[in-house]
């Protein structure tokens, strides 16, 4: 197996597969590039237009429809490694794990007109390898995140039952935070085969951003609001099957049953958090890479993650979702190699806790990720 074809077979793992995924989650992080020989650059860019609408409810009683609620949106990603030694290398990697954008279109009909939610999540990962031998590396090292987010609801009266006049408005404003997790993680190849399974661990990270609340009628509360992005483990697998064509896939776990957003007078208010997942979510992939040619290859992969079947957040209503997703590289010269891939994304059925539905929903995204070797 050459290296056109390691980088083909995960060209979409890498740039489109985690473009729409649990939670909040953007794009999940991938030990592959601990595994580039020598000393190697990258960037890559993903784009993402989902497209989910609302029927019923509460803030729905007519079943006229919420109108498609999710914004497109883009990530960008830069990754550097090098080699200190014989035994010893080291990758900088930069992502954008997390983020939401939320919209409610302005409907006479819908309660939720202009509802809307914003998140920003950056994160900068120092990450030190040692090979054992020749089959055996282990690696860990620091995340370095930032958090931002905010959210407004122009009918918030509606969701208490008639405690406060249906027009009344919310709005919560947290500040940027900054704080620091860690990964550790181990991996076996052999590379006369292309095989190589790494298993990877990924700590939650604790933030605490101060807050502004407001209430109309009720005034502002200053305070702050804990988010931890939850711990994770990644298990990653890839291994020649036949000459020119590679098997590879992953399987995710994330503990987002430990993951809530609860603002001091929402949740007094409403009792309940803001955002909050109620199971943890696993993610399974498994696609197929082949080699046609000196300078192109190809990939076909198949994403699903289980539906948990528990009311969510209004704020991202998608429960589960399944992905196909095709790439291809390109090996412009003897050290650049462009790699992207195409996915479709059938998100799964939800209920948020104003009893709306939210189904049918789906996704395309699109990635691109440029490798360059010196």
Excluded: C
């Excluded at 181990?186 to 990877?200: F, G, N």
Aim: charged letters at 15%; glycine letters at 10%; proline letters at 3%.
């Amino acid at each position: 197996m050459t290296r056109t074809m390691l980088l083909a077979s995960t060209a979409l793992a890498i740039s489109t597969s985690f473009a729409f995924a649990a939670g909040i989650e953007r794009n999940a992080p991938s030990s592959r590039v601990l595994f580039e020989e020598g000393r190697y650059l990258e960037f890559s860019f993903s784009s993402v237009s989902p497209d989910l609408e609302g029927t019923g409810g509460l803030l729905d009683p007519g079943g006229f429809g919420t109108g498609d609620l999710l914004e497109s949106y883009f990530t960008l990603g830069a990754a550097y490694k090098a080699d200190l030694n014989d035994r010893l290398s080291y990758a900088i990697i930069f992502d954008e794990p997390v983020g939401v954008d939320t919209l409610y279109p302005t409907i006479a009909t819908s309660g939720y007109s202009g509802t809307s939610a914003e998140l920003n999540g950056q994160q900068l990962s120092f990450i030190l390898a040692y090979d054992v031998n020749e089959n055996v590396k282990v690696y860990g090292g620091l995340r370095a995140q930032t958090i931002e987010a905010d959210a407004f609801f122009p009918f918030f009266g509606a969701l208490t039952g008639g405690a406060l006049p249906a027009t009344t408005t919310y709005d919560v404003q947290a500040s940027q935070d900054f704080s620091l997790g860690y990964a550790v993680g181990a991996a076996y190849s052999v590379p006369d085969i292309a095989l190589r399974v790494a298993l990877t661990y990924y700590s939650a990270i604790e933030h605490e951003l101060s807050t502004v609340e407001t209430i109309s009628g009720l005034g502002v509360t200053n305070d702050s609001v804990d988010i931890e992005t939850p711990q994770s483990i990644n298990l990653e697998f890839q291994s020649g099957i036949a000459e020119n064509t590679l098997l590879f896939g992953s399987v995710r776990w994330v503990d987002w049953s430990e993951f809530a957003i609860s603002p001091t007078a929402f949740t007094g208010t409403l009792g309940q958090p803001l955002v909050d997942y109620e199971e943890d979510w696993v993610t399974y992939t498994l696609g197929v890479g082949r080699r046609f040619s000196d300078e192109w290859a190809g990939s076909v992969q198949i994403s699903h993650e289980p539906q948990s079947n528990t009311t969510l957040t209004t704020l991202g209503p998608v429960d589960g979702r399944t992905s196909i997703g095709l790439g291809a590289s390109y090996t412009a010269s003897e050290n650049v190699t462009i790699s992207g891939g195409l996915t479709y994304v059938m998100l799964g059925d939800a209920e948020n806790f104003a009893t709306t539905d939210f189904d049918d929903g789906d996704a395309i995204g699109f990635g691109l990720r440029i490798g360059y070797s010196f």
